[in-house]
């Protein structure tokens, strides 16, 4: 099991930018997928990005394309959320999480980290 830990959130204003980090423990296999999900009080966690940990395309939530961008450091076992332009809807818990299947399906996922509260706006 990959133990992850997100760090990088706060409180912003509504279009300022924000970059959410995830460290892995170990490094991930060659073929794990990294994503990015979020979490509104109460609402499902819902998918947010995901990459290949070796790379490739990536997919986005129709409600974040164009503003974040999901990207990796290999050789730090990090994987970043660069989110800009942030909306008082984007305010949520983040998780970052492990899986070996390309999908947005939440329950495809491994491992997940604690969470990191991101809020937009008062």
């Known amino acids: 099991q990959v133990q992850l830990v997100e760090s990088g959130g706060g409180s912003v204003q509504p279009g300022d930018s924000l970059r959410l980090s995830c460290v892995a423990s170990e490094r991930p296999t060659s073929r794990s997928i990294m994503g990015w999900f979020r979490q509104a009080p109460g609402k499902e966690r819902e998918f947010v990005a995901l990459c290949r940990w070796h790379g490739g395309s990536a997919i986005y939530a129709d409600s974040v394309k164009g503003r974040f961008t999901i990207s990796r450091d290999n050789p730090k076992n990090i994987v970043y959320l660069q989110m800009n332009s942030l909306k008082p809807e984007d305010t949520a818990v983040y998780y970052c999480?492990?899986?070996?299947?390309?999908?947005?399906?939440?329950?495809?996922?491994?491992?997940w980290g604690q969470g990191t509260q991101v809020t937009v706006g008062s």
């Open positions: 999480a492990r899986g070996s299947r390309y999908t947005t399906d939440r329950g495809a996922y491994d491992d």
